[in-house]
């Protein structure tokens, strides 16, 4: 047997070893540690960077196609329950899609109808209003001169149009023009039937694009996230509902006009948690207070806090429960975040998108994935035999 020691070079790679190894030692292991995970960290975010350039240059492809998977988990309850009740599989897509869009044309067609009836008066009270408010900003406690108020006023509208251009302009925005948002509606609308239609063999076709050891990993991981994402949108969906009608039967109650767009209003905003409904509830009091005055505006804004106290305290813990552990804290942060990155669009889908990276990372670190099922008849998400996915 050769001794390793008369092969050539090897006291040269000892010699460097021991030389590396004292070097090591003269650095502090606190900043050896450090340097350790910054590196990662940095490899982390050049992902995530690249990742993001990515779904901004492809943004018409990627927000309908986020969009349709959103549908598609308001839709899985009551989908997967005509499936268990024995209905074809095509009158359920019928149904569901076309259910859907009698809904919101339906609440656009009213919301339109109310605003067409009422717009003369309320433009007119509204003009009143703000004579009144302007009339006691200048005689009343505080003594504004014109110059002061006409400033004060420019500074607001600024910082409205600000927020505006923020949230209309996103770098995920799905555009500008009719063209944009026809064809994000077409391919949105074309997925979610793919999806309805065949999405178990379109997950089938996406787990076999990980390695063959990672695919009961990725498989089961990805099931518990959707049923997260499910659990989301059904709580989300109720949330609104109750939150449309808590602040649209209050203004209609107080006296306040358009009683029903605001409720609309209210419903489509609630799908941005906890900020949505905030904003659009705000909607309400500023049209309470140019139209019914301050006491009333006053009023509004109460049911506005009750209701979202309802909701943060009842609703949400009673619906989501445990199955969506996203702190409200993190849900802010998420929809401030998605917003200032991708406009509206990155807040809708900030909070679904944190809740299944959240579960999926969490099943994946844990192993809990070993333990998931799914419901007969859930969509995307089938079981897939155990000796298909060793293959």
């Not at 350039?53 to 990627?62: A, D, E, F, M, T």
């Amino acid at each position: 047997m050769t001794d390793q020691s008369d092969r050539p070079g090897f006291w040269d790679a000892v010699r460097n070893r021991v030389v590396s190894s004292a070097e090591a030692e003269q650095v502090p292991s606190a900043l050896r540690i450090t340097t350790a995970y910054a590196w990662r960290l940095l490899v982390i975010a050049g992902a995530i960077a690249v990742i993001v350039w990515l779904v901004i240059q492809l943004k018409l492809l990627v927000v309908p196609i986020l969009v349709a998977l959103l549908l598609t988990a308001l839709l899985s309850p009551a989908f997967t329950f005509m499936l268990r009740h024995r209905f074809p599989r095509w009158l359920a897509i019928v149904i569901s899609v076309v259910g859907t869009l009698a809904i919101v044309t339906g609440l656009l067609w009213l919301a339109i109808w109310q605003i067409s009836q009422q717009w003369d008066g309320v433009r007119d009270r509204a003009e009143e209003g703000i004579e009144q408010l302007r009339v006691y900003l200048m005689n009343g406690p505080l003594k504004l001169s014109e110059t002061q108020l006409n400033d004060y006023v420019q500074k607001g509208l600024n910082l409205i149009q600000g927020q505006v251009d923020l949230l209309l302009n996103g770098a995920l925005a799905i555009g500008t023009t009719a063209a944009h948002v026809a064809t994000g509606a077409l391919l949105a609308l074309f997925v979610l039937l793919c999806v309805l239609f065949d999405g178990a063999g379109i997950w089938r076709w996406v787990v076999r694009l990980f390695p063959r050891r990672a695919r009961a990993a990725a498989d089961g991981a990805a099931r518990m996230g959707w049923t997260t994402v499910v659990n989301y949108a059904r709580t989300q969906l109720i949330v609104a509902v109750i939150d449309a009608v808590g602040i649209g039967l209050g203004a209609f109650l107080l006296g306040v006009p358009l009683a029903v767009p605001i409720g609309i209003l209210v419903f489509l905003g609630a799908f941005i948690p906890i900020v949505g409904a905030v904003l659009t509830g705000i909607i309400a009091v500023v049209i309470a207070l140019a139209y019914n005055g301050a006491w009333i505006a006053l009023a509004m804004l109460a049911v506005v806090l009750l209701v979202q106290q309802v909701e943060g305290h009842v609703l949400q813990p009673f619906l989501m429960g445990a199955a969506v552990k996203v702190h409200p804290l993190a849900v802010v942060l998420s929809v401030a975040g998605g917003a200032m990155i991708a406009g509206i669009p990155g807040a809708l889908f900030a909070v679904p998108l944190a809740a299944f990276v959240n579960v999926v990372a969490v099943a994946l670190a844990t192993g809990a994935w070993r333990g998931g099922h799914v419901q007969e008849g859930q969509l995307i998400w089938q079981t897939i035999p155990r000796e298909r996915r060793a293959r």
